[in-house]
């Protein structure tokens, strides 16, 4: 079993909708982030949490440290956010970083 | 200001072979981390460059190694080359040594097939 779980691994959406991408992890960590990656590779980082809530713009970012659990919520979505979502975790045992698999999100105009 | 870049873009090897990555990192950063993202899957921590040093590593064998010169560009070698060695290749700079992957600025990455 993957360290760091990602759900849905694959999304397609009508523009305007509201978007949640799932995170779970099994590990003891310092942070969560929650990255994107268009194609092509490049990998920018949306947010780092280590408890509570962030929101930047249109994204919101939630944790649950008790349960393990974060999401990722796109309000409004637009094609532009059409990309891989990855959420990855800075493990307290290492402090090295255990990425999940992705979630492709595909928003039709 | 250019960001970090990768050469070559694309690159196809048989097995057996070697093959060296090139990464410049972006403009004032110091510290190159490579990452394997294999398809489909989430990026893994090859290792990371600070003052021409390795200074951390993943679960990555001994074959692949790293270099990081004077002006902080750094390579990624990789010998005796796997089928399970093609994925994207990438590399991220940040300044320092510290900080997490929140700090590090990716380049486009290095695509390789080894047939």
């Known amino acids: 079993k993957n360290e760091v779980e990602q759900s849905p691994q694959n999304l397609t959406a009508q523009e305007g909708e509201f978007i949640t991408i799932n995170c779970s992890y099994s590990?003891?960590?310092?942070?969560l982030h929650w990255l994107q990656q268009h194609p092509g590779g490049g990998i920018v980082s949306l947010f780092m949490?280590?408890?509570g809530k962030k929101k930047h713009g249109r994204l919101i970012a939630t944790i649950n440290i008790q349960e393990k659990h974060s999401s990722l919520h796109i309000t409004a979505s637009h094609p532009r956010d059409s990309a891989v979502y990855i959420c990855?975790?800075?493990?307290?045992?290492?402090?090295?970083?255990?990425f999940g698999k992705g979630t492709r999100l595909h928003i039709l105009p | 200001d250019a960001g970090v870049t990768q050469s070559p873009t694309h690159l196809i090897k048989t097995r057996g072979q070697q093959v060296t990555l090139r990464c410049s990192p972006k403009?004032?950063?110091?510290?190159v981390s490579w990452y394997q993202q294999a398809l489909g899957q989430g990026p893994q921590f090859i290792f990371q460059?600070?003052?021409?040093?390795?200074?951390q590593r993943g679960n990555f064998p001994d074959r692949f190694s790293g270099h990081q010169f004077p002006n902080y560009s750094s390579e990624l070698n990789v010998n005796a080359l796997l089928l399970g060695d093609s994925a994207l290749y990438l590399c991220?700079?940040?300044?320092?040594?510290?900080?997490?992957?929140?700090?590090?600025?990716f380049g486009p990455g290095t695509r390789l097939l080894v047939l």
């Open positions: 949490l280590s408890s």
């Open positions: 590990v003891g960590i310092s942070a």
């Open positions: 991220a700079s940040s300044l320092g040594g510290v900080g997490g992957i929140e700090t590090q600025y």
């Open positions: 403009s004032g950063h110091d510290t």
């Open positions: 460059y600070y003052e021409e040093e390795e200074r």
């Open positions: 990855a975790v800075s493990a307290n045992r290492d402090d090295k970083i255990i």
